[in-house]
Every structure is written in structure tokens, then in C-alpha cells.
């Protein structure tokens, strides 16, 4: 077959070659991935993305090659007339490089139309968010394959509906893989994203604000630090939504999102921990309530210059799928579940060990491994050893789907905004120190929020019927202090 006399040159040569084998490379993928449902990530990336991309340069080299050939031959025959190019159907080097031309065309705008298209999938992929920045991401994938969310694609909450956010998020996207390239991304990877979609367009779209649910019921068990890891159950009614399922959302937590109700504060720190300024404006009657914050007010100058926010879903959902649990609570978790063995000082000695940052993975494994064996050797050698075995496992999964050493992501620098044990939570605001100028404060009231409906150890249990609530009894004997001081002033770091 022959081809204008242009084409013939080592540009368009090398052009065509690189082309047709990515373009087999492509198709060979494709049908890998078609007839064994072996889609990799790494698979996805080379087959939409790159090998496209090679493709696509391997075409433009074609044309570039005739170009600089035809302007080269023109310069030696030294004919210095600028003349069109003479197309002539009757000349079959013309008719062959016209029909691979048409048909060329037209394959590659089909197979970039399911390319695209398989590209745009793969790229609101999960795989493609959680896995192929491995190391990466790695602390954000585990915790939200360990979430009620696991189901539901990063992208429905990171990007959610509409081009405009699918071109934005691709945009910080490209940045993100040349910060993963160079290795200059920040660890851990700073929390709150400033630029996250306002919940309004993404949890709302599962989740209707107008319509909430009954009461929530919390049923926990914890244990203390104690030799025979005192089971202290605590049940507490959550009061999600009014006592009456009719009245909606009249009251209650959700009150905030009422569309009625907005809320909006200043924060005083980028974790938004610390909010000594709050606003609350009832859309209806337009009626302003300040409240500030008495004990560390915010100056009057900042506040002049400070960004606002709208209380939305995620100011107290901050963690719905990529919570980092404490690891008093990923034990107590695994005990109650039987994971962890109820050894006796199983759990004072799973605080010992995890108390302490450890530089990496492995370091933490062999440390957990090591010192539990130990303890016991020394403390208790009648134990089982079978059940020592489990602890150890128990407490590793634990560490493993909470704690990533490399990323430097962990529940200290992930708070969780939901309650007020570990974390500021709640009491960033309802701390009683948040006061209007007519002396309204926001309420710390333990029955505001909850109803504690059972409290106490298995044989000293304290219960209330569904429409009473218990006074708070603190486990271990610490007086008044649990009213005097913010919870988190001991449990931030209860073993220090
Ligand atoms: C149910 C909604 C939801 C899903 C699904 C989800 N995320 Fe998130 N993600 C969030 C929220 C909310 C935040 C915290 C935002 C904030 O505080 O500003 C967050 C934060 C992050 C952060 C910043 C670090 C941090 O933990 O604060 C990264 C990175 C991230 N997500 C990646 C992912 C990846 C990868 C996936 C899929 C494997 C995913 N997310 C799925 C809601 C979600
Ligand atoms: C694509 C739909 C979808 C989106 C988007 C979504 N959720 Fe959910 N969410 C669900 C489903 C389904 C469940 C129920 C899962 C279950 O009960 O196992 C759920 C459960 C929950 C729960 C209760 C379970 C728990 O872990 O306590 C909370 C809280 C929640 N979602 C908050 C959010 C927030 C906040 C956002 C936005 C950042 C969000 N959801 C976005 C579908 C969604
Ligand atoms: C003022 C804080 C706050 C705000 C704002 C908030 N929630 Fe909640 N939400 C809570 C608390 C507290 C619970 C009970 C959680 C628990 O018991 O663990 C809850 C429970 C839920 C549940 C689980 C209900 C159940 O019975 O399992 C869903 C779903 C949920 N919220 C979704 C949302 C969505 C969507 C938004 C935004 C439109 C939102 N929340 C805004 C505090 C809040
Ligand atoms: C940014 C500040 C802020 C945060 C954080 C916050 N709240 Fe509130 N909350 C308010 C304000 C302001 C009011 C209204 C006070 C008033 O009546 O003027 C309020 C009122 C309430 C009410 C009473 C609603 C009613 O029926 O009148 C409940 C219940 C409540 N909050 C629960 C919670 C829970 C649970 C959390 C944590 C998950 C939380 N709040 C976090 C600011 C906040
Ligand atoms: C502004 C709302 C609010 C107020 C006021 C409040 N709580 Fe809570 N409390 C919560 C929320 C939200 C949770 C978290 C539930 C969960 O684990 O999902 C919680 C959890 C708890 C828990 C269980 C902790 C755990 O991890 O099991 C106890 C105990 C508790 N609160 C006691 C109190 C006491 C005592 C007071 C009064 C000093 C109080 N609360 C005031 C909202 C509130
Ligand atoms: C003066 C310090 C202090 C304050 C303040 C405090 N606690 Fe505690 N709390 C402790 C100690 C110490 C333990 C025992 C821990 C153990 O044995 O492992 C404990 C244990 C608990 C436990 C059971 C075990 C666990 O670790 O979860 C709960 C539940 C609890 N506290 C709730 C609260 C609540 C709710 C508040 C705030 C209203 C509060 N505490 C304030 C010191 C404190």
C-alpha cells in the first residue's frame, strides 16, 4: 500500500508504531479486564488514562513527521513558491492515506467516546480514590471500608452531582498526584478539607433533613482499667428528633439543620476545635440571638476579619466514614465483641502499650506482640496461652484499622465533633461558658441532648423507664469534678 511520499520518515514512522501498540496494548487490557473481571486499579489507570495518552501523542506525531519531511524536501528542491498541497483522488496514494484517514477517525472518536466514558468511571471509582495512591490513602480507605458508608463511593460525598465539581475536584486532583509524584504531600493530610461540597449537595441527597428518624438508642459497654476489666455498660437514649415522632423536627439535636435555624460561628483554630463566637438566627422571625464565648472571648478586632461558618451535617458528622477510634474505644469494642479475650488486666495493659506513638506499623506490632506476652509470662503464667494468642490478634486488628503510623493519622489529629467524652464535641459550644449579652448560655444540661436510661456494672445496674433519665454517676469515684471540668480534661489522654 502506499502512502503520500510525506509519510515517509523516521517522526511519523516511530509515531505509528507507538500508536498501534498502545492502541493493541488498550484493546488487550480491555479485554483482560472484560473476561476476567480482573479489574486492578493499576489496570484502570494504565488502560484509560495513560495508555490513551501515549496513543494520542503517538498520533500527533504522524502529521508533525509529514510536515517537517514535506517542508525539508520543499527547502532542497529549492522551489520556493509556497504552494497548497495538491490532494488528487486519482492518485491511489491519496485514496489509500484518505480512507485510513476516515476510518482512523472514525475508530478512534468511538474508542475515545467508551474511553472517556470508562474513564470518567474509573476515575469516580472508589479503587481509583481509596487505592491506587496507596500509601496515601491507605488511613482514609481502611476506616471508610470499616463505616456504614463503605458502600456508598467517596465521590458522593467528595464531589458529588454536576460538572462544575467534576472539573474542580479533577483540577486539585492533578495537583494531588504531582504532590504523591514528588512526595510533598503533608502528613497527616489536614482536616477540615476548607473546600468540601456543603452537605446541602451531597449527604442531603441521601439523607432529607426534613424527614429524621425516632430516637436514637446507644447501647455501650466499657471497661475499666481495672484487674478484672469491670464491664460499665451505659445505654443512653439519643434525642435525635422530638419525643414524638409527629411533631418533627421541632426540637431536638437536629434542630440545627431545621430550615428554619441558622447557625453560624466563628472558629478560632483551622481544626475548628475551638469556637468562641456563635450566631443563631431564626430565618422565620428573623430574631438574632450572640453568644460569646465568656471565658476565652474572641477580640472584637479579629472577629471583623474572620471567615464565618454555616453549622451544616458534617460541623457534628466531621467522621461518618473515616473515623480513627481511640484505642480505649477499638478495645472495648473488641472485648465486647469477644474479640479480645477478657484476660484478666487485659485492658489496663492494651492502654499500657497504646498510649504511646510508635514510628511505624511494624514497630507497633511487634511491640504490641511482645510486651502482652510478656505481662502475662510474668503476671499470669497459668494463662491459656490460645487466649493470649487471640488478644494479641484481637489488639492488632484493632491498631491496624485505626492507627497509620506513616500517614501520621490517628484519632488526635482526626477528632470526631459527635459527643463530648474525647473531644470537645458538643461542648465546643454547649459548654456553659457561651453566654448572650441578656445572660442566655447555650446548655450543658446532661439531659439536653440524651436520656441515660441504664447505667452501672452487670450486677449493680442502675435502668430508668423510657420517658425518665438517671442522674449521671461517673464509673470511677472523681466527686463533682465530671460537672466542674470539661470531660475531655482527663479522658483527651486518660493514660498518660
Ligand atoms: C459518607 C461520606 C464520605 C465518603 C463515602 C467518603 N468520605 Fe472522605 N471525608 C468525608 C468527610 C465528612 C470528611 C471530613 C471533612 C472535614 O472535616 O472537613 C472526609 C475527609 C477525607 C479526607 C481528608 C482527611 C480526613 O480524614 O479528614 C480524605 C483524604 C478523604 N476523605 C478521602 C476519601 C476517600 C479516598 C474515600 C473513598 C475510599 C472517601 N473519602 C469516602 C466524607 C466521606
Ligand atoms: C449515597 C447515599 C449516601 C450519602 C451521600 C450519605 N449517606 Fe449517610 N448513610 C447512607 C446509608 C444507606 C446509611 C445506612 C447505613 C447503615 O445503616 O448501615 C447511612 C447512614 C448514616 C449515618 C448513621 C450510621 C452511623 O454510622 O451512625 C449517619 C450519621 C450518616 N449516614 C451521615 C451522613 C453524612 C454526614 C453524609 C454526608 C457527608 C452522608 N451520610 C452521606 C447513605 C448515604
Ligand atoms: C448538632 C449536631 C448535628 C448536626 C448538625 C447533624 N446531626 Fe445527625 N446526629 C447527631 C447526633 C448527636 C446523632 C446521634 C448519633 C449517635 O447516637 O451516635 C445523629 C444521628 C444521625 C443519623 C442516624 C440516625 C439513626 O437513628 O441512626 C443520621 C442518618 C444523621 N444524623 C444524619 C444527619 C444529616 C444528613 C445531617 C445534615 C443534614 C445531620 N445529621 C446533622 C448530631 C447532628
Ligand atoms: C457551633 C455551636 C454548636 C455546636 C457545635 C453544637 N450546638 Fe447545639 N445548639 C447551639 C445553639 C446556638 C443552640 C440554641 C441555643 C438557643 O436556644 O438559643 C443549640 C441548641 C441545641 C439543642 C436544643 C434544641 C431545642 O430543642 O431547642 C440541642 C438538643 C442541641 N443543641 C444538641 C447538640 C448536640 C448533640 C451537639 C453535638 C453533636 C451540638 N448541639 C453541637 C450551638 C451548637
Ligand atoms: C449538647 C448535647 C449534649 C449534652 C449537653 C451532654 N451530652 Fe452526653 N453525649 C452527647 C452526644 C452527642 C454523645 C455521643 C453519643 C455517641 O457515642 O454517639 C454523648 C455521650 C455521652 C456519654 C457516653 C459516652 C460514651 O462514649 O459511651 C455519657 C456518659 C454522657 N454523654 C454523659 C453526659 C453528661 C454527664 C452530661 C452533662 C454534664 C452530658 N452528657 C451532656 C451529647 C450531649
Ligand atoms: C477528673 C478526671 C475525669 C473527668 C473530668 C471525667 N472523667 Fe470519666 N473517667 C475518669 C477515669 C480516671 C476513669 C477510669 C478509666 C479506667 O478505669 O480505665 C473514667 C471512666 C469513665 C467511663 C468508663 C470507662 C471509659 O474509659 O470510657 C465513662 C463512660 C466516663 N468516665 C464518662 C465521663 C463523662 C461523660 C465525663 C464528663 C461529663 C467524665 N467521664 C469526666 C476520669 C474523669
Not at 478539607?193 to 426534613?210: F, M, V
Not at 447501647?219 to 428528633?241: A, C, F, G, R, V
Not at 489529629?413 to 465546643?428: A, K, S, W
Request: charged share 20%.
Amino acid at each position: 500500500m502506499h502512502l503520500p511520499k510525506s509519510y515517509y520518515n523516521h517522526i511519523s514512522f516511530a509515531g505509528t508504531i507507538i500508536a498501534a501498540i498502545s492502541l493493541f496494548l488498550i484493546i488487550v487490557s480491555f479485554l483482560f479486564s472484560l473476561l476476567f473481571n480482573a479489574g486492578s486499579s493499576y489496570l484502570g489507570l494504565f488502560s484509560y488514562i495513560l495508555l490513551p495518552a501515549i496513543m494520542v501523542f503517538g498520533l500527533i506525531l504522524i502529521p508533525i513527521g509529514m510536515f517537517i519531511n514535506s517542508r525539508r524536501a520543499r527547502k532542497s528542491s529549492e522551489t520556493l513558491e509556497m504552494k497548497w498541497m495538491v490532494i488528487d483522488f486519482n492518485d491511489p496514494r491519496y485514496r489509500n492515506a484518505a480512507s485510513i484517514f476516515i476510518i482512523g477517525t472514525v475508530v478512534l472518536i468511538l474508542l475515545s467516546a467508551v474511553g472517556s466514558y470508562e474513564a470518567y468511571h474509573y476515575t469516580e471509582s472508589v479503587e481509583f480514590c481509596g487505592k491506587v495512591c496507596h500509601k496515601v490513602m491507605q488511613p482514609e480507605y481502611v476506616t471508610y471500608m470499616n463505616s456504614s458508608h463503605a458502600k456508598v463511593a467517596c465521590v458522593e460525598c467528595h464531589v458529588g452531582q454536576g460538572a462544575d465539581w467534576y472539573v474542580k475536584s479533577k483540577l486539585s486532583g492533578l495537583y494531588q498526584v504531582y504532590a504523591v509524584l514528588t512526595n510533598s504531600y503533608p502528613t497527616p493530610i489536614p482536616t477540615p478539607i476548607s473546600s468540601l461540597r456543603p452537605a446541602k449537595e451531597t449527604c442531603e441527597e441521601c439523607h432529607w433533613p426534613q424527614k429524621f428518624y425516632t430516637p436514637r438508642l446507644n447501647m455501650e459497654k466499657h471497661y475499666l482499667s481495672d484487674s478484672l476489666n469491670t464491664e460499665w455498660i451505659i445505654q443512653l437514649q439519643m434525642k435525635t428528633n422530638s419525643p414524638h415522632s409527629s411533631s418533627n423536627l421541632a426540637e431536638g439535636i437536629h434542630w440545627h439543620i431545621n430550615p428554619d435555624v441558622k447557625i453560624e460561628y466563628i472558629a478560632a483554630d483551622e481544626a475548628r476545635e475551638s469556637i468562641p463566637w456563635v450566631r443563631y438566627i431564626n430565618l422565620k422571625t428573623g430574631d438574632t440571638t450572640l453568644y460569646e464565648d465568656s471565658w476565652s472571648p474572641m477580640d472584637q478586632e479579629d472577629i471583623k476579619t474572620a471567615v464565618t461558618r454555616t453549622m451544616d451535617c458534617m460541623d457534628c458528622h466531621n467522621r461518618p466514614s473515616h473515623n480513627y477510634q481511640l484505642p480505649s474505644e477499638f478495645v472495648d469494642l473488641a472485648i465486647s465483641s469477644g474479640e479480645v479475650p477478657k484476660l484478666p488486666k487485659i485492658k489496663y495493659i492494651a492502654m499500657e502499650i497504646l498510649k504511646d506513638p510508635y514510628p511505624t506499623t511494624d514497630t507497633a506490632l511487634m511491640v504490641i506482640n511482645e510486651t502482652i506476652r510478656q505481662f502475662y509470662a510474668d503476671n499470669y503464667p497459668d494463662s491459656d496461652p490460645q487466649l493470649i494468642d487471640k488478644a494479641v490478634t484481637g489488639i492488632t486488628n484493632g491498631y491496624l484499622n485505626n492507627i497509620f503510623p506513616e500517614m501520621g493519622a490517628n484519632w488526635d489529629v482526626y477528632p470526631d465533633h459527635i459527643g463530648h467524652l474525647e473531644f470537645n464535641g458538643c461542648f465546643r459550644c454547649h459548654n456553659d461558658t457561651h453566654e448572650s449579652i441578656s445572660g442566655k448560655r447555650i446548655t450543658k444540661d446532661c439531659n439536653a441532648c440524651h436520656t441515660i436510661l441504664a447505667q452501672g456494672t452487670n450486677d449493680n445496674l442502675e435502668t430508668a423507664t423510657i420517658n425518665e433519665s438517671l442522674d449521671f454517676y461517673h464509673p470511677v469515684d472523681i466527686g463533682t469534678d465530671w460537672k466542674d471540668y470539661l470531660c475531655i480534661d482527663c479522658h483527651r489522654y486518660l493514660y498518660p
